[in-house]
């Protein structure tokens, strides 16, 4: 189970290897993309808050990269943050999320990424609930869930 001290060291350039990457131009991501998902995962946009149905989802299941279709996050991990994006305390495995340092728009974060193609996720943050104390705050349009098409 990663931890905050981890997430930090893995920001500064020293990500797991991810199981498989996924290579596409721009141009390829956005004949394969919705407009939206493009701009959250390709673009680095950030969703509304509150704008899917997604945030009070909790039916079992896996979490997929909107991309790729790597598994990111288990239904299992998932809470209600409150905040508006669906949040889960740990990714599904060690190497599916990059971590990146972002201090953009005057804060100090951490950047999620897909590891295997490099799709915005969302950011994670200190102020989770145990047993990791994590908060993964993602937006829901760069995820699929296993059984939603």
């Keep these: 189970m990663i931890n905050w001290n981890e997430i930090l060291q893995r920001s500064n350039g020293q990500n797991l290897p991810p199981d498989q990457r996924v290579e596409k131009t721009p141009e390829q991501w956005k004949q394969e993309l919705d407009e939206e998902t493009f ?76 590891s295997s193609c490099d799709a915005h996720l969302g950011h994670v943050f200190p102020d989770g609930p145990p047993p990791t104390g994590l908060r993964y705050c993602i937006n829901a349009v760069s995820l699929k869930r296993d059984g939603d098409d």
């Design 39 to 114: 701009y959250v995962t390709r673009q680095k946009g950030t969703e509304h808050p509150f704008s899917s149905s997604m945030c009070g989802l909790f039916k079992p299941g896996l979490y997929r990269c909107a991309c790729c279709g790597t598994p990111l996050f288990n239904a299992n991990e998932k809470f209600d943050s409150g905040t508006g994006w669906p949040s889960f305390t740990q990714p599904v495995a060690d190497n599916a999320v990059d971590y990146i340092g972002d201090a953009s728009h005057g804060m100090q974060r951490i950047e999620t990424t897909c």
